[in-house]
């Protein structure tokens, strides 16, 4: 009987690896952002392409940075929730237009709601580089002083609004 | 007829000449691309994970290509261009990450499972040799063996 419980044992222990392994979001790479000042730069706004945008602008309030494109499927998946969340007007969302033709844009927006504050245009992606952006959509959460504190890469699930980024908005707005 | 066939041919002919000229690269071109290539070599494409910067089709892919073409030409080195690509991707984007405190299981854990595997391999050889050491009689058991080894005697 002795002679089981060890390869049993051993087993189990490869079956939780497995499992765990299994659930874990591949995607979900640490941002070596977390806690770093969010990149600057200046950028024109899609609405009206004579204003700029720069990070700065936002000093002295939490924001959420959303990098979107009119092509990007998941965009459209996490769009209704991010509409709803600015709804609430709780904090300000920023939008990075990333690598989108202005119409194509300025069409979606029209047709799906627009949570946006403003959008700024990243044309070449070359901020969103800056950004280390390589699944859009992605979130930023950036404290009053400009620190980004939290990167979320891929579409917002209700869950993950309601755990990481509601309490963490919470937080840093007291 | 013939002379409008022959005549196409050339046209082919040298429009094939004509593009191929367009996609030699420059001298110097080729010693960027070269540089390039050996550093995106390193880099993994976090779009499409299990491919390196330098085989990978995805667009960012194409764009930190063209990014490290552009610090190339403005003479960076490329530890610099490494150290750019980890400020904004992390360790992971790199296919030999750094020794550090969050990366010693990574590079210790094979060596560990290793070590395991041998003390096991140890265990079971010493425990197999012990059981199957000739085993030792006592004074009855040796008298009972001799007795049956008498009794199949003719």
């Given amino acids: 009987m002795k002679r089981f419980l060890i390869p049993l044992g051993v087993f189990i222990v490869l079956v939780i690896f497995l499992a765990v392994g299994l659930t874990l979001n591949p995607r979900d790479v640490p941002s070596p952002l977390k806690d770093k000042p969010a990149p600057a730069f200046t950028l024109p706004q899609l609405a009206a392409a004579d204003k700029s945008f720069s990070p700065a602008d936002m000093k002295g309030q939490v924001w959420l940075f959303n990098v979107w494109a009119s092509w990007c499927v998941s965009c459209r998946q996490e769009h209704p929730l991010l509409v709803s969340f600015a709804k609430d007007g709780k904090v300000p969302v920023v939008g990075l237009n990333y690598k989108d033709q202005g119409v194509d844009a300025k069409n979606w927006l029209a047709k799906f709601g627009d949570p946006y504050l403003l959008s700024a245009v990243d044309a070449d992606g070359r901020v969103g580089i800056d950004y280390g952006v390589y699944g859009v959509p992605e979130t930023y959460v950036i404290d009053k002083a400009g620190v980004i504190r939290l990167k979320h890469t891929g579409p917002i699930t209700p869950e993950s609004l309601q755990k990481q980024i509601l309490p963490l908005v919470a937080e840093l707005s007291k | ?154």
């Fill in chain 2, 1 to 154: 007829m013939k002379l409008r066939t022959l005549l196409l041919c050339c046209g082919l002919l040298f429009a094939g000449a004509a593009m191929a000229k367009e996609a030699a690269p420059m001298a110097a071109d080729l010693e960027v691309e070269k540089r390039m290539v050996a550093i995106s070599e390193e880099l993994r494409c976090l779009v499409c994970q299990n491919e390196s910067l330098s085989g990978s089709h995805a667009e960012l892919a194409q764009d930190l290509r063209r990014e490290i073409r552009k610090m190339i030409a403005d003479g960076k080195t490329d530890k610099e261009i490494l150290d750019f690509m980890v400020e904004r991707y992390g360790d992971f984007v790199r296919y030999r990450p750094p020794m550090k405190p969050t990366t010693w299981l990574l590079w210790g854990g094979p060596f560990l499972l290793l070590a395991g595997g041998v003390g096991a391999l140890i265990l079971f050889l010493r425990r197999r040799a012990r059981d199957n050491a000739a085993p030792v009689l006592s004074e009855e058991e040796r008298r009972r063996a001799a007795a049956l080894l008498d009794q199949t005697k003719p």
